[in-house]
């Protein structure tokens, strides 16, 4: 039994198997709005994903001001960004997204049923004249990387204690990840001639745009892109040593889709809608067991994380301000 252990991994070895992981970067089903924020009389955030920037507003609002500084990502809360040669008051104003039921009797989609499901829906109205265009489907704010798990008790957002930033995970963020082999879009097609793209950022910052296919074709299908650059034989890649601590954990967030409209294509409205993206990928790291805990010690990670989740929170609270103030500055329709 031994010797046959032996052999089979000599033979991994051998023929460059690698064994990557399979994560569900974000699910779109699983972001209805459940909750009601604010003077709504429909629900319009998504609880779990739910995030309080009042703490960098300031102190000049008033309580109700502050209560409504709150945003999730409910998928209505999901903006289309135009081009900035597009980007008419007209055009903007035809582009958003919106919830979307899949209709009961549906056929499986990849061995789940996604009949009465919710998926994100998305219109885009592109400029007739022709030439080239894109549209970005943008979250509300830049998914954070760090944040904990929250609750929504009484109105108010609370940290759930012990948790380890992990509230985004699988809701626009996978930690652990080292080389990207492959990812996977589920998108609903309406025989458009458009092409869509996923767009990534990982933990040094870096964007990729990623492109993925194009829409002409009638139904859901999965749209599967495979890293060029992947090595499966493990003898030709570059091996090297990494200190163990303190080392910071590599992730991949979502910082939106893009869809293309080229010169010659016609011009005005587009549907979609998209269900889910996944991807598959190396781990960055293993789990090792070690004699001493290094972070009871010396407490570098838990210093860098919590650095890390207050300027996420400042970044994503200036511009969620802004709209708040804004929104509260609308004409109200007097109630009929």
């Known amino acids: 039994m031994k010797k046959l252990c032996i052999l089979l991994v000599i033979a991994l070895l051998a023929t460059g198997a690698v064994f990557a992981d399979k994560a569900v970067l974000i699910d779109f089903s699983k972001l209805a709005a459940d909750t009601k924020i604010g003077d709504s009389e429909v629900n319009n955030e998504h609880a779990a994903t739910l995030v309080d920037y009042s703490d960098v507003a300031g102190t000049s609002y008033d309580e109700q001001i502050r209560n409504a500084m709150k945003s999730s990502l409910a998928i209505e809360n999901w903006y289309v960004q135009l081009s900035s040669s597009s980007r008419t008051v007209r055009n903007q104003a035809m582009s958003y997204t919106k919830e979307a039921k899949v209709r009961a009797g549906a056929k499986a989609f990849d061995g789940e049923e996604l009949a009465n499901k919710t998926v994100m829906g998305v219109r885009i109205h592109f400029p007739l004249p022709t030439y080239n265009a894109y549209a970005m489907v943008l979250p509300p704010f830049e998914i954070p990387a760090y944040s904990n798990k929250t609750e929504l008790r009484q109105g108010k957002v609370v940290e759930v204690e012990g948790d380890t930033g992990s509230k985004f995970e699988g809701v626009g963020v996978v930690k652990n990840v080292g080389v990207l ?37 009638d139904g859901w299908r999965k749209l599967v892109w495979n890293n060029p650059n992947y090595i ?50 190396d781990r960055a790291l293993l ?11 010396w407490g570098i990670m838990a210093a860098r994380y919590e650095a890390r989740k207050t300027a996420e929170l400042k970044r994503l609270g200036d511009l969620q301000v802004l709209r708040t103030i804004e929104k509260q500055k609308m004409h109200k329709e007097e109630a009929k």
């Open 181 to 217: 082999k492959s990812l996977e879009l589920s998108v609903y097609g309406s025989n458009f001639p458009n092409g869509i793209g996923v767009i990534v950022k990982d933990q040094n910052g870096i964007e990729q745009t990623i492109f993925m296919d194009y829409l002409e074709f």
């Open 232 to 281: 499966t034989e493990v003898r030709n890649r570059e091996v090297r040593k990494y200190p163990l601590y303190p080392r910071s954990e590599p992730f991949l967030k979502l910082m939106g889709l893009v869809i293309y409209r080229d010169s010659m294509q016609e011009g005005g409205d587009l549907v979609t809608y998209v269900k889910d993206i996944k991807i598959t990928y």
């Open 287 to 297: 789990d090792t067991q070690r004699d001493i805990n290094d972070e009871a010690i």
